[in-house]
């Protein structure tokens, strides 16, 4: 669990930091794919690259890169690990669920079996004192992508554009 716990302790992170809210310019939406992510998904504006997280699990090397914008009050996250080695797909899923309820120190609020292309995923909501929480992921070989969208509670809502995001993940599984 220790690898899922740092893995998540970036979103964390990213995710608290970010609560306050921004000025930003609402903007056209556009479609991000980053190298090597294998995945398009549409953002409000150009995403920002949090450091890569590298580290280890069983003598393999584990790489997280995250891409985070915030518009508005909403902070979307999209992001995937390559643990370069083939995962238990359940496994994964509980872990990446329950290692994500802990690191932003919420409760689970809801969850349901999701799957695009094949690839199996998870929704998961939580919540903590401060915010809601949206998590997509998905596990594939040795990739989990992950897609969260943070709202801070008694922000505007703005559920049209957490749709967006949500639904314009278009994964592009490693065979």
Not at 124 to 141: H, L, P, Q
Request: aromatic letters at 8%; glycine letters at 8%.
């Amino acid at each position: 669990m220790g690898i899922h716990m740092r893995c998540r302790t970036v979103w964390l992170a990213v995710v608290l930091s970010c609560l306050a809210p921004s000025v930003l310019a609402q903007s056209d939406w556009t479609l991000f794919s980053p190298t090597g992510g294998n995945f398009t998904i549409s953002v409000p504006s150009s995403p920002t690259a949090l450091p890569v997280e590298r580290t280890t699990l069983n003598g393999k090397a584990v790489e997280t890169i995250l891409f985070r914008v915030q518009e508005g009050n909403l902070i979307y996250l999209c992001g995937w690990t390559e643990y370069n080695q083939r995962m238990n797909v359940k496994g994964e899923l509980d872990a990446d669920r329950d290692s994500f309820v802990k690191s932003v120190k919420g409760r689970l609020t809801g969850e349901t079996r999701i799957s695009q292309n094949g690839v199996a995923g998870r929704e998961i909501t939580a919540e903590n004192d401060t915010a809601f929480f949206i998590s997509r992921i998905y596990v594939a070989g040795s990739r989990a992508w992950t897609i969260v969208v943070a709202v801070p509670k008694g922000a505007a809502d703005d559920p049209q554009s957490v749709t967006r995001f949500l639904n314009s993940l278009q994964l592009k599984a490693p065979r």
